[in-house]
């Protein structure tokens, strides 16, 4: 079974640098993509948004890339700052008629060093 | 513009107490709720969801449980709280099952 104290992935870059986040999807059926940023203590804030019908979606410092063949879908985050520090998550988004429900990934830690 | 509110911001309880935790939602009519439960360096896991007033759909089976008396507020109960369910309680709204979640600042909940 899983260990008391599961450790997240993590990722630590240095300010100024780009970050790249990755996510492996389960589901084929996913269409509709999501990554968020929490900060400790905080509830998670939505930062950019992708839906199946396309494979790159740029916001202010930030793209995301999905691959449906492999079902991976990343985040680069351009000139990183400290203030970019904290977990990353995935969502992916599927079901059918009223049952589509977002399931979400584990989470990346991201540590900016200055 | 649209806003979520969850309180309390933290909550220490004993195990066998009841539990209630509100959330409510400004700004917006007939929307989606969801409350997520985060264990501590883990992803998070839904709870309950509604999309209307009087229904809720339960994802895990468990102690807890959630009802929706007004079309913008959601709470999430328990008439007797175990260890286990210590965490932080997510509430969150969305316009519809295919389009984004907002969240609130989160409840952290530790039974002792």
């Known amino acids: 079974g899983e260990s008391v104290g599961l450790h997240l992935p993590t990722l630590s870059v240095q300010e100024g640098d780009n970050s790249i986040i990755n996510c492996a999807y389960s589901?084929?059926?996913?269409?509709?993509f999501i990554w968020y940023k929490q900060e400790s203590g905080k509830g998670p804030q939505f930062i950019i948004d992708?839906?199946?019908?396309?494979d790159k979606r740029q916001g202010q410092r930030v793209t995301v890339l999905l691959n449906k063949t492999v079902k991976h879908l990343s985040l680069q985050i351009a000139a990183t700052q400290p203030g970019d520090s904290a977990v990353y998550f995935c969502?992916?988004?599927f079901g059918g008629g009223s049952n589509y429900k977002l399931t979400f990934g584990k989470g990346t830690l991201l540590t900016v060093n200055p | 513009s649209q806003t979520i509110h969850q309180w309390p911001a933290t909550l220490v309880q004993p195990v066998g107490s009841p539990l209630s935790l509100e959330c409510t939602v400004e700004?917006?009519?007939?929307?989606?709720l969801y409350w997520y439960r985060q264990a501590a360096g883990r992803g998070l896991q839904l709870l309950f969801y509604?999309?209307?007033?009087?229904?809720i759909s339960s994802e895990v089976p468990q102690n807890l449980s959630a009802s929706r008396p007004q079309d913008r507020q959601f709470i999430l109960s328990s008439k007797k709280l175990l260890l286990s369910d210590s965490g932080f309680y997510l509430c969150?709204?969305?316009?519809?099952?295919?389009?984004?979640?907002?969240f609130g600042s989160g409840t952290q909940l530790s039974v002792l």
């Open positions: 969150a709204w969305s316009v519809s099952t295919r389009e984004k979640l907002f």
């Open positions: 589901n084929s059926a996913s269409d509709y």
């Open positions: 992708i839906r199946s019908n396309m």
């Open positions: 969502a992916e988004n």
């Open positions: 700004g917006t009519s007939n929307p989606n």
């Open positions: 509604s999309v209307g007033i009087g229904q």
